[in-house]
């Protein structure tokens, strides 16, 4: 028995490394590793204690450099002063050249020798030969210049108020072939510069009505009215399916056209298409002719 012995005898718990650090020891001890391994613990773990203390040391010298005398922190040899000069913003300088004008007056007119005194000068370059002309006076200042010269050969300009009218004219040829029972057969006839809203083959009777022309300006479009039966020809109907209202007449390709109860029957040709120049505007009458009316 062990008398130095005092106590009852503790056994150690068993302790297990596990095997993954113990792979990792083993290779870092054959590689010569452990040295760097212990290097990098005590870093890290050292690292926050001296920013600690480092981040302590400049807040107190920061905080003695805002006490610190401006003297003492910017020398004065590099101080720089401006001169204030108030007398560069005083408008009576600026202004001083100019004089004060009558929004309400006439600064400008065309005529000259009204200014009262003024003097005239004429522009430096060319000897005058400018055709600009500056008059100055203590009031105003006047400026002249000669009109454009115009080109040779160029119209005349149109008169204040004087308006051109340009329109669309056809000629026609119309031949009856039946002018209904109990009447004579009358001759073919062509019709010059007819303009819009003319009736054809007459006012009396309105089988077509011509109202413009197409975008191509190739053909005129007739308006075809209720009372036509019959249609006979290669115009192109531009509206209506069973009874058509609009048709295009091309030059040299006539239209046979029945109109009225008693089928008066007409051939209808067109034969140019031209643009008009005129003074008043030039639209067909509508309605029946005056001997018609009288009658």
């Known amino acids: 028995m062990n008398m130095l012995k005092k106590g009852p005898d503790l056994k150690m718990p068993d302790i297990k490394v596990p095997d993954f650090l113990l792979d990792i020891y083993y290779d870092l001890r054959e590689r010569h590793l452990l040295p760097l391994v212990a290097i990098l613990i005590v870093a890290l773990v050292a690292v926050p204690f001296l920013l600690g203390g480092g981040s302590s040391e400049a807040e107190s010298e920061e905080a003695e450099s805002a006490i ?3 003297s003492s922190v910017i020398p004065s040899s590099k101080l720089v002063v401006a001169k204030s000069a108030p007398g ?3 408008y009576r300088r600026r202004l001083g050249e100019d004089h004060a004008k009558d929004p309400f007056v006439q600064q400008y007119t065309a005529g000259g020798g009204e200014g009262g ?6 522009a430096a370059a060319g000897g005058g030969e400018s055709g600009v002309t500056v008059e ?3 009031t105003h200042t006047e400026t002249t210049e000669p009109a454009p010269p115009t080109e040779e050969g160029s119209d005349e300009p149109p008169e204040e108020g004087h308006l051109k009218y340009y329109s669309w004219a056809i000629d026609v040829r119309v031949t009856p072939v039946s002018s209904g029972k109990g009447k004579d057969k009358p001759q073919a006839s062509v019709r010059h510069d007819l303009p819009d809203m003319t ?3 007459s006012r009396d009777v309105p089988a077509l009505t011509f109202i413009g022309v197409t975008k191509d300006t190739k053909k005129a479009v007739m308006l075809v009215s209720d009372k036509v039966t019959g249609l006979f020809g290669d115009a192109v ?3 209506g399916s069973e009874a058509c209202q609009l048709i295009a007449l ?3 390709i006539p239209e046979t056209v029945v109109y009225g109860a008693d089928s008066r029957t007409y051939r209808i040709e067109l ?3 031209r643009l008009l120049k005129t003074d008043e505007l030039n639209v067909a009458p509508l309605g029946k002719s005056k001997s018609k009316q009288d009658g």
């Open 88 to 90: 560069l913003r005083d």
């Open 68 to 70: 610190a005398t401006p």
């Open 237 to 239: 109907c531009i509206v």
């Open 117 to 122: 005194g003024g003097s005239t000068t004429e």
């Open 250 to 252: 091309e030059p040299e």
């Open 271 to 273: 034969v140019k298409l």
């Open 136 to 138: 100055s006076s203590e």
């Open 199 to 201: 009736m054809l083959p």
